[in-house]
């Protein structure tokens, strides 16, 4: 693997995990302390730098990053279908 590949791949999960949730955060916060990586923590949250975790870490996250975004999905389009169903019996 390539530094620029390497480099483009955590620029990537970098963005994901800025848009997790609350929830997404902690689990991401519990990956980073199994995994030992040291991370900054203060009031506003906690810091840690991409470029110096462990590859095994960064996998960890994102396979983490793609579950999230399966849930998420999946998550919408019950929510969807639960809408059409009240729809068609309100109608109904």
Known sequence: MSKDVDFEQRKTLFEDVKRFSRSEQEELYRILKRASEPVSENRNGIFFDMMSL???????????????????????????????????????
């Open 54 to 92: 462990q590859v095994s870490t960064v996998m960890a996250i994102q396979e983490f990053v793609t579950l999230s975004k399966e849930n998420r999905v999946s998550f919408e389009n019950r929510e969807k279908t639960m809408h059409d169903l009240r729809a068609e019996t309100s109608t109904a």
